[in-house]
């Protein structure tokens, strides 16, 4: 887990060491230390090992060599090998199973359209949301994006009053749901170390802001200022989220757009 020049894996693109690590994940100082060297005198606990894989990111391979190494520990003279390990990413195998269906979902919908796990990562997306980033690089963690990435804070019109203070409850509502899930840790982590995100954790506090019918401005990329209006739903698959975003250069509420009602008669919308 370490390289030649003895510098540790870079924890989700974030240069984490060692110290960080252990932080980040509330252990005493010197456990990823010792996990990292291979000085645990028995097998350390799947816990601790499945929160190093999934903040590090490791692929299903790297979780496997990881088990069976550290599974050793303790007894190099064990002539079985060691059990094979649980999946890494339990509630990874039902959204496999629907990310087919998903993405075959996401391509009709002619706004932007994308699907989220329980940590906001990003699982299938349409091409009408790639454009709503620089370059259509779509980020891997919608949720860090929004909070951290300094494009954010472009694309994402007046983010310090009309963003920041609904996308702030999200990340404490998924840490609540999920307090040892590393990754999100990871974020809360990274939000803490910046002043301005961190007095908004503590000024927002756990108030649930839920983007359903949500307005907000953007910038966007390729088709300039406007308004987004946020349309989310769950799906069947744990922690699953299907979010529509519908792109205008007029306010929704605007009293120039209307809507047709089922009988044709022309709504304010």
Same mark, same amino acid.
């Not at 007095?199 to 990329?221: D, I």
């Not at 922690?239 to 009293?255: F, K």
């Not at 209307?258 to 709504?267: I, V």
């Given at each position: 887990?370490?390289?030649?020049?003895?510098?540790?894996?870079?924890?989700?693109?974030?240069?984490?060491?060692?110290?960080?690590?252990?932080?980040?994940?509330?252990?005493?100082?010197?456990?990823?230390?010792?996990?990292?060297?291979?000085?645990?005198?028995?097998?350390?606990?799947?816990?601790?090992?499945?929160?190093?894989?999934?903040?590090?990111?490791?692929?299903?391979?790297?979780?496997?060599?990881?088990?069976?190494?550290?599974?050793?520990?303790?007894?190099?003279?064990?002539?079985?090998?060691?059990?094979?390990?649980?999946?890494?990413?339990?509630?990874?195998?039902?959204?496999?199973?629907?990310?087919?269906?998903?993405?075959?979902?996401?391509?009709?919908?002619?706004?932007?359209?994308?699907?989220?796990?329980?940590?906001?990562?990003?699982?299938?997306?349409?091409?009408?949301?790639?454009?709503?980033?620089?370059?259509?690089?779509?980020?891997?963690?919608?949720?860090?994006?929004?909070?951290?990435?300094?494009?954010?804070?472009?694309?994402?019109?007046?983010?310090?009053?009309?963003?920041?203070?609904?996308?702030?409850?999200?990340? %404490?509502? +998924?840490? !609540?749901? $999920?307090?040892?899930? /590393? =990754?999100? #840790?990871?974020?809360?982590?990274? @939000?803490?170390?910046?002043? %301005?995100? +961190?007095? !908004?954790? $503590?000024?927002?506090? /756990? =108030?649930? #802001?839920?983007?359903?019918?949500? @307005?907000?401005?953007?910038?966007?990329?390729?088709?300039?200022?406007?308004?987004?209006?946020?349309?989310?739903?769950?799906?069947?698959?744990?922690?699953?989220?299907?979010?529509?975003?519908?792109?205008?250069?007029?306010?929704?509420?605007?009293?120039?757009?209307?809507?047709?009602?089922?009988?044709?008669?022309?709504?304010?919308?």
């Amino acid at each position: 887990m370490e390289d030649a020049h003895g510098r540790g894996r870079r924890a989700a693109g974030l240069g984490c060491s060692q110290e960080m690590i252990d932080a980040i994940l509330h252990w005493s100082a010197g456990t990823y230390e010792r996990l990292e060297n291979n000085r645990f005198h028995s097998a350390p606990p799947e816990q601790l090992l499945r929160q190093v894989a999934q903040l590090l990111g490791f692929d299903d391979d790297e979780w496997r060599l990881l088990w069976y190494v550290t599974q050793r520990t303790g007894a190099p003279s064990r002539a079985e090998p060691p059990s094979d390990p649980p999946p890494l990413y339990p509630q990874r195998e039902a959204a496999r199973r629907a990310i087919d269906r998903w993405q075959r979902a996401v391509d009709q919908v002619r706004a932007s359209a994308y699907v989220t796990d329980w940590r906001w990562n990003v699982l299938v997306f349409n091409q009408e949301w790639a454009r709503s980033f620089p370059r259509c690089v779509v980020p891997r963690n919608i949720l860090r994006w929004m909070l951290l990435a300094a494009e954010a804070r472009e694309v994402l019109g007046d983010w310090e009053s009309c963003w920041l203070p609904a996308i702030v409850p999200q990340l %404490l509502v +998924a840490r !609540a749901k $999920h307090p040892d899930d /590393p =990754v999100l #840790a990871s974020i809360e982590y990274d @939000v803490l170390a910046d002043p %301005l995100l +961190a007095a !908004a954790l $503590h000024e927002f506090g /756990p =108030v649930y #802001a839920h983007p359903s019918g949500a @307005v907000r401005p953007v910038n966007h990329p390729e088709d300039g200022p406007g308004w987004v209006e946020m349309c989310p739903s769950s799906l069947s698959s744990p922690e699953a989220q299907l979010m529509i975003v519908i792109y205008s250069t007029e306010h929704p509420l605007s009293p120039s757009r209307s809507t047709q009602t089922p009988e044709g008669d022309s709504t304010p919308h």
